[in-house]
């Protein structure tokens, strides 16, 4: 399937470097805002097609899938363009279906795209959904500073809130997300 990632900063990079390991994917366009950014010098230099012309790099090619790497604020704009596209939202946007693979995955590819919600209710939910009677869920996760790009961080606030939401949407429990910088 080829696909496109929208976003060349460290999320992206990551997914970029995931894709091309990848049997059943091929990117074929990387695109971003930044013509200095770190994630398109790397792509460049892999022979990736990149673009700098951010959401409009990523209309010129005829990808199957499209992944939104960028911030909730540019992924609500993106969705407006990329409307025709099935986008695989990794922001805390949530405006599209929430999917947890091992949770839901069927019931949540009927639509034009889908949102992962956050890294940590990928990581949790699936373990929450099997604790009965759960009624309050703190979770806590910690990321190195060096990780912590800039979109990262204009999406902190977002990120703890959507988090929280979404597993008490999946499993009912009053819910709290915290998140820790390490430097």
Same mark, same amino acid.
């Given at each position: 399937m080829q696909c496109a990632i929208l976003g060349t900063g460290n999320i992206? *990079?990551?997914l970029l470097v995931k894709v091309m390991r990848s049997k059943?994917? #091929?990117? $074929?366009?990387?695109?971003?805002?930044?013509e200095n950014s770190p994630g398109i010098a790397f792509a460049k230099n892999l022979k990736i097609p990149t673009s700098t012309k951010s959401t409009e790099g990523i209309l010129e090619v005829e990808a199957d899938c499209v992944f939104d790497c960028t911030t909730a604020e540019s992924a609500k704009k993106n969705a407006r363009l990329l409307k025709n596209r099935f986008v695989i939202d990794l922001t805390p946007l949530k405006e599209l279906p929430i999917c947890v693979p091992s949770v839901n995955l069927k019931?949540?590819?009927? =639509? @034009? =795209? %889908?949102?992962l919600g956050s890294c940590t209710v990928q990581a949790v939910l699936?373990?929450?959904m099997k604790? @009965?009677?759960?009624?309050? %869920?703190e979770v806590? *996760? *910690? &990321?190195?500073?060096?990780?912590? =790009?800039?979109? *990262?961080? #204009? /999406? +902190?606030?977002e990120y703890l &809130?959507?988090?929280? @939401? &979404?597993i008490t949407q999946f499993t009912g429990a009053k819910a709290?997300? $915290? +998140? %820790?910088? /390490?430097?």
């Amino acid at each position: 399937m080829q696909c496109a990632i929208l976003g060349t900063g460290n999320i992206g *990079t990551d997914l970029l470097v995931k894709v091309m390991r990848s049997k059943y994917l #091929e990117c $074929i366009m990387f695109s971003g805002q930044r013509e200095n950014s770190p994630g398109i010098a790397f792509a460049k230099n892999l022979k990736i097609p990149t673009s700098t012309k951010s959401t409009e790099g990523i209309l010129e090619v005829e990808a199957d899938c499209v992944f939104d790497c960028t911030t909730a604020e540019s992924a609500k704009k993106n969705a407006r363009l990329l409307k025709n596209r099935f986008v695989i939202d990794l922001t805390p946007l949530k405006e599209l279906p929430i999917c947890v693979p091992s949770v839901n995955l069927k019931s949540s590819l009927k =639509g @034009k =795209g %889908v949102s992962l919600g956050s890294c940590t209710v990928q990581a949790v939910l699936p373990k929450l959904m099997k604790i @009965k009677n759960l009624e309050y %869920v703190e979770v806590v *996760t *910690t &990321i190195a500073s060096d990780s912590a =790009g800039m979109g *990262t961080r #204009e /999406n +902190l606030s977002e990120y703890l &809130i959507t988090t929280a @939401k &979404i597993i008490t949407q999946f499993t009912g429990a009053k819910a709290k997300a $915290i +998140l %820790v910088i /390490n430097p």
